[in-house]
DNA sequence: TTACATTAATTGTATATACATATATTTATT
DNA sequence: AATAAATATATGTATATACAATTAATGTAA
């Protein structure tokens, strides 16, 4: 077997920093806000609704914006829904689609969410200052 | 500390850019070595068993290199044991822990699996230079 | 209008994962 | 030696997710 691959190529080590880095950063924004019960695929998609400033959102609007875009944004939804988080009716002019709206119960606990995730997220950034930060997205987005 | 709310917050911005590109990376790297039947756990539990040359991994030693070290690692390794990719015995010495090894067949998956993700990942990064591989790395490391 | 294709959302199912707890073995204490 | 504490791994259960298939509504073309 041809172990001699010495040494790793740039991408690998990239690849795999960068996946281990996101996954830790998941893992500590879930944490904050584990304890609302909430999970960071809910959070998100009240994110995405309230980015919405009232006006109703169509499941796929909603799903082109998760992390994940895929079939489980109508049971995230429905998990909302249930805790009267968000609202879901029948689109009238096109009744396949549904509107999703956020509740004002959903907008109070994203007030509290913010301020959670916002206190981790600068605590795991701490790391850099705001030149080393901006460089650092410039290169994630160049990417 | 506190963030003026009607602009984000530089953290913020920080966190999800990491947090979207390690989930795109993770589903790239995933469907690299889908058709191998091998998911992104298995995939990284065979290269660190190869890492150790021969030598014996325990459950622990696995465990803390994984991407999510927890409670099943246990049954990422049945899995594996059951594709006859790595063996695992009882350890004599200490009848607690258990010894896992990479097969030969395991080895011999991992070449091909390996070439196949070089690939993806050289060409998920091609964006970047060298040059500035390694200054995100740096940036990355230092977060 | 009927038939066919397309679109939006939902559901079924298998697998994955998180979290708590259990089991087995070894180590430490009395 | 008997009992308790610590350690290594495994299991039960609930939830999450991926993927495929289904349902319902709309659009299109003969």
Redesign the interface.
């Known amino acids: 077997?041809?172990?001699n691959k010495m040494h790793i190529?740039?991408?690998?080590?990239?690849?795999t920093?960068?996946?281990?880095?996101?996954?830790d950063?998941?893992d500590e924004?879930s944490s904050a806000i584990k304890e609302q019960g909430i999970t960071l695929q809910q959070f998100n998609a009240l994110r995405i609704l309230r980015g919405r400033n009232g006006k109703p959102a169509s499941l796929q609007d909603v799903s082109k914006d998760m992390?994940?875009a895929n079939s489980n944004t109508t049971r995230v939804i429905d998990k909302l829904v249930t805790k009267k988080l968000v609202k879901r009716v029948q689109c009238p002019s096109d009744r396949r689609q549904i509107e999703i709206t956020i509740t004002q119960e959903g907008l109070n606990l994203l007030t509290i969410l913010d301020h959670q995730?916002?206190?981790k997220?600068?605590e795991?950034?701490q790391?850099?200052n705001?030149e080393?930060?901006?460089?650092?997205?410039a290169?994630?987005?160049?990417?």
């Open positions: 077997m041809k172990e190529p740039l991408s690998r080590k990239l690849t920093t960068i996946i281990k880095k996101g996954t950063f998941t924004v992390i994940h995730v916002d206190e997220e600068s795991i950034t790391n850099l705001d080393e930060k901006k460089r650092l997205i290169l994630l987005m160049k990417l």
